[in-house]
């Protein structure tokens, strides 16, 4: 059960009181967020009976406070308590400011919706924004880049020991006494990082003799037992874990260098070892990215492993259309999505085509073409490091989406900020976001 009109907590006194700063930018981004409509569309979400619901009003603008300030669940419910404009834009009066909400609720909130739900929150800003006429559909830029997830740095030994640690938190928790040698598996573990100059090969083969032995009487503990649907279906997805890090371990002491789909992580198992250029390596997730000149983000889409972006480049394009209900007069990548069959199927509505060659256009806009292509990679470099897209802290391929889709609407807010400073919107466009 959940509240399904969105009510003011603030009252006109109180707002000329403690909001001074008309042109404060959550106070901007409160009359631009069309909180009713979010609202109507996460309320299918909840059931009609029992418990009431947090309200939904708040919860989502905790979310969006947390992308926009670049915040931890602990920080920004401290942050509400202590500061008045985000006490203003996430809706909680004076009386509910110490019994608001915790940080495990607003995990809870996350996993109710899924991608689905949070999907909306985007839309309905997006939407918000675009019907403001403040998103051109001038150009389509389009690059990939990585999410990182927050894992350390992987090597073949510690995943072992990591699954160690895995199959002791369940035995703790199922009462099952520890049926390999603790005390040679720690004692591996100290001797490898004491070790100045390690023979990483040496010790996991070490790892991997315990681990083998471990392993079999796991899987056999595990049927023995009886459990309930929901914690035997998370036994059987630790045991896959578990027998693709076996098999991987195999492949590597046998000598291969290419392992296909390596794991890297056990608590991200999505993650995976990508290059970028030709020493760097990140481990995460890639995401494919489309902007309009100005640079707000239009699409994202997350995926496994390194981006193909040859082979994603034309439903980009079309997811890119489709949002803007319009066909942009340009498309501009760089080389990597370059391809016959991707020139060829381009809509013929768009005028310049330019895929990381000068010749690909005009000589009159290919200055243009160039300084857009540049741009795409400023707009990249301001998400990761300003926008928080740098390093998701959600788990799974699930989690990362959710997490750039959050980030997305906190960037796409922070856009319209940053063109009000530098008078990019006419008089007409402004008005739409007067302080009520």
């Given at each position: ?5 969105y ?15 008309k ?97 909306l ?19 389509a ?13 992987p ?32 004692q ?30 796991f ?14 279906k ?38 995976r ?11 995460g ?11 707000f ?50 809509p ?35 998400a ?8 998701s ?44």
């Amino acid at each position: 059960m959940i509240e399904t009109t969105y009510q003011e907590a603030h009252s006109a006194e109180w707002k000329k009181l403690h909001i001074l700063n008309k042109i404060h930018p959550l106070v901007i981004f409160r009359s631009i967020i069309p909180w009713q409509l979010i609202i109507t569309l996460l309320a299918p979400f909840y059931s009609e009976t029992g418990k009431k619901g947090k309200n939904i009003r708040m919860m989502v603008a905790i979310l969006l406070l947390q992308k926009l300030e670049g915040l931890s669940n602990r920080v920004v419910i401290k942050s509400i308590q202590e500061n008045r404009y985000h006490q203003y834009f996430c809706n909680i009066p004076d009386e509910e400011l110490f019994q608001f909400v915790d940080d495990s609720t607003l995990t809870l909130f996350i996993k109710r919706f899924g991608i689905q739900g949070i999907g909306l929150i985007e839309y309905a800003i997006f939407e918000a924004l675009d019907q403001l006429g403040i998103i051109r559909c001038d150009q389509a830029l389009i690059d990939s880049t990585v999410e990182e997830n927050d894992i350390v740095f992987p090597t073949d030994s510690h995943l072992i020991f990591k699954a160690f640690l895995k199959m002791e938190s369940f035995a703790k928790a199922h009462q099952i006494p520890q049926w390999w040698d603790h005390d040679a598996v720690k004692q591996l573990w100290r001797s490898l990082n004491l070790d100045k100059d390690p023979n990483h090969w040496l010790y996991l083969l070490q790892f991997y003799h315990l681990f083998k032995n471990a392993l079999k009487v796991f899987k056999k503990q595990v049927q023995a037992l009886n459990l309930a649907k929901k914690k035997e279906k998370k036994a059987r997805h630790l045991i896959a874990l578990l027998e693709i890090l076996f098999e991987q371990t195999q492949q590597k002491l046998a000598g291969e260098k290419q392992i296909k789909n390596r794991l890297i992580s056990l608590d991200e198992p999505d993650a995976r070892a990508i290059k970028k250029g030709k020493r760097f390596t990140e481990f995460g997730t890639s995401v494919q990215m489309s902007f309009n000149r100005d640079g707000f983000m239009i699409t994202t889409d997350v995926c496994i492993g390194q981006a193909n972006d040859k082979g994603a480049y034309l439903s980009i394009l079309k997811s890119f259309i489709q949002r803007m209900a319009n066909t942009p007069d340009a498309v501009i990548t760089d080389l990597m999505y370059r391809s016959k069959n991707n020139i060829k199927n381009t809509p013929k509505k768009i005028k310049h085509i330019f895929l990381g060659r000068s010749d690909d256009v005009a000589e009159e806009v290919q200055k243009e073409c160039h300084s857009a292509r540049a741009a795409t990679e400023g707009f990249i470099a301001v998400a990761k490091n300003l926008r928080h897209f740098g390093k998701s802290l959600y788990q799974g391929i699930e989690g990362d989406q959710i997490w750039t889709t959050l980030c997305q609407a906190a960037y796409n807010l922070k856009k319209v900020f940053q063109l009000y400073q530098e008078e990019r919107f006419s008089d007409e466009a402004w008005d739409h976001f007067i302080f009520p």
